[in-house]
C-alpha cells in the first residue's frame, strides 16, 4: 500500500478541476496513473502548458495555435527559461475530473452508500449516505475547491442547507482552521481527509487506513431463521410486510424472496434488508 499525497493536494490545486493532461500530470507527479482513468476529455482547449519548475511571473508557457496545424507551448519569459514543446490539438483539450466514476470508488473505500453525485455548490456534491457505526446514515459530501475563501463559502452554505450533522469528503485538511473546527464540532459533522484516510493497495484499489471500521456490516441471517426474525421485528414496531418492505427500500416480493433464500446474500436488496433489521427503526417499538 501506498499514500497518494500527489494527487489529493493535486484536487486543490487545479480550478474546477478542469485542466489539460499535462498539467493534471504535473500536479499529480507519480500518482498520475491513478487519476487519469477518471480523466475525460472536453471539447474546450487549454491557453497555457506547465513550465518545469512552475514559479516564475511568466508562468506557465503560452499555447500558441499557428493556425496550420502547428500548435506549440511557448515561453513567456524574456530570457526563454523553458524550451518551446509542439503540442498536438489533442495535447490542448481541457479534461475534466469524472466525479460519478471517482466518488463510487472512494465510496467502496470509505463505506459510503453511493448516489449519483448532485452539485451542491462549486466542486461540491452529495454523494451518498455514510454506512459506519459513527455516523450511519448521515449524508455524505464531497468538496474539492481551490481557493479558501470558495470552501469557507461552500461549507457555510452546507451548514444552512443541511439541517443536522454529515460527512464532508476533502482532499486535504488545508482548508481547516480554528473557525472551521468550532463549527464541526458544534454540529458533530465529520471531516474526513482523503489524503489522511485513503491509501492505494497493491491492486490499485482504493481502500481506507482504518478497515476494521468497515467490518461493522451485519452478517447474514441463517435462512431458519428469517421468518422468525421478521415476525419479530413487526411485532416489535407493530408494523406491516410492507412496511418491513418499504424501510428496506425493497419491493415486497423481494423481502417474501429474501425470507425463502432466492435471492442472493450478497445482493443489494438483501444487504438493505439485513441492515434495517439490524438497526431498527426510530419510531419507538411498542410497550
Same mark, same amino acid.
Given at each position: 500500500?501506498?499514500?497518494?499525497? #500527489? ?21 499529480? =507527479? ?5 487519476? #487519469?482513468?477518471? +480523466? #475525460? ?5 487549454? %491557453? ?9 511571473? !511568466?508562468?506557465? #508557457?503560452?499555447?500558441?495555435?499557428? =493556425? ?5 507551448? +511557448? ?5 526563454? !527559461? ?55 446514515? @448521515? ?10 475563501? @470558495?470552501?469557507? %463559502? ?14 464532508? $469528503?476533502?482532499?486535504?485538511? @488545508?482548508?481547516? !482552521? ?16 482523503? /489524503? ?28 431458519? /431463521?428469517? @421468518?422468525? +426474525? ?21 419491493d415486497i416480493r423481494d423481502l417474501y424472496k429474501w425470507i425463502a433464500g432466492q435471492i442472493k446474500d450478497? %445482493? ?11 438497526? =431498527? $427503526? ?6
Amino acid at each position: 500500500m501506498r499514500k497518494l499525497n #500527489r494527487l489529493w493536494q493535486a484536487l486543490e490545486q487545479i480550478p474546477a478541476l478542469l485542466a489539460i493532461s499535462a498539467f493534471w500530470e504535473h500536479h499529480c =507527479g507519480p500518482d498520475y496513473p491513478v487519476i #487519469r482513468p477518471y +480523466l #475525460r476529455a472536453t471539447d474546450s482547449c487549454g %491557453s497555457t502548458y506547465p513550465c518545469p519548475a512552475m514559479g516564475g511571473g !511568466n508562468c506557465p #508557457r503560452r499555447i500558441v495555435d499557428y =493556425g496550420d496545424g502547428e500548435i506549440v507551448a +511557448l515561453c513567456r519569459d524574456p530570457w526563454i !527559461n523553458c524550451g518551446e514543446v509542439p503540442l498536438t490539438r489533442v495535447d490542448t483539450l481541457i479534461h475534466e475530473l469524472d466525479i460519478t466514476a471517482f466518488t463510487k470508488d472512494i465510496a467502496v473505500a470509505l463505506g459510503i452508500r453511493w448516489h449519483a453525485p448532485n452539485r451542491r455548490g462549486h466542486c461540491i456534491w452529495s454523494v451518498g449516505l455514510s454506512t459506519r457505526r459513527a455516523n450511519r446514515h @448521515q449524508p455524505v459530501f464531497f468538496a474539492a475547491v481551490s481557493f479558501s475563501e @470558495q470552501f469557507h %463559502s461552500g461549507f457555510r452554505d452546507l451548514l444552512v442547507e443541511v439541517e443536522g450533522p454529515f460527512v464532508l $469528503l476533502v482532499p486535504t485538511h @488545508q482548508y481547516r !482552521n480554528v473557525s472551521t473546527q468550532e463549527l464541526i464540532l458544534r454540529r458533530g459533522i465529520t471531516f474526513v481527509s482523503l /489524503e489522511e484516510q485513503v491509501l492505494l493497495d497493491d491492486h490499485g484499489k482504493f481502500v481506507s487506513v482504518d478497515p476494521l471500521e468497515n467490518t461493522d456490516r451485519v452478517p447474514c441471517t441463517p435462512l431458519n /431463521e428469517r @421468518q422468525r +426474525l421478521i415476525e419479530t421485528f413487526r411485532a416489535k414496531y407493530d408494523i406491516t410486510a410492507q412496511k418491513v418492505a418499504d424501510e428496506a427500500e425493497v419491493d415486497i416480493r423481494d423481502l417474501y424472496k429474501w425470507i425463502a433464500g432466492q435471492i442472493k446474500d450478497s %445482493s443489494k436488496k438483501s444487504k438493505r434488508i439485513e441492515a434495517l433489521l439490524c438497526r =431498527g $427503526l426510530t419510531k419507538r417499538p411498542r410497550p
